[in-house]
């Protein structure tokens, strides 16, 4: 699937993770059930927080500033599916 807007964030390390995550999002909006979409919100949680321990961050760079709030929305996704989950 192509994503209508390619990532202006410059760094290696979010560029990699940003392939898993995309991935991982296609698939979660491809699950049919809460149980599937569960699990791999759990691998998406889990390589968002890769992001959110980065060794390099730096607060005062854009890139990084930008960075974070996606691997935090991403991060916030994947619980809200996860606690989805647990409700029904």
């Known amino acids: 699937m192509r ?5 202006k964030i410059t760094c290696s390390i979010f560029k990699k993770q940003e392939v898993a995550i ?6 979660i909006n491809a699950a049919k059930g809460i149980e599937e979409k569960a699990v791999l919100a759990s691998e998406l949680g889990k390589e968002a927080e890769a992001l959110l321990s980065c ?4 607060g005062e760079e854009l ?10 929305m991403q991060k916030e ?3 809200l599916i996860i606690k ?4 029904a």
């Not at 060794?55 to 730096?58: A, E, Q, W």
């Open 3 to 7: 994503h209508e807007q390619d990532s």
């Open 22 to 27: 995309r991935a991982i999002t296609d698939k």
């Open 84 to 87: 989805a989950k647990k409700l």
């Open 55 to 58: 060794l390099d961050y730096n």
């Open 63 to 72: 890139d990084c500033q930008n960075c974070d709030f996606i691997a935090n």
């Open 77 to 79: 996704t994947a619980d």
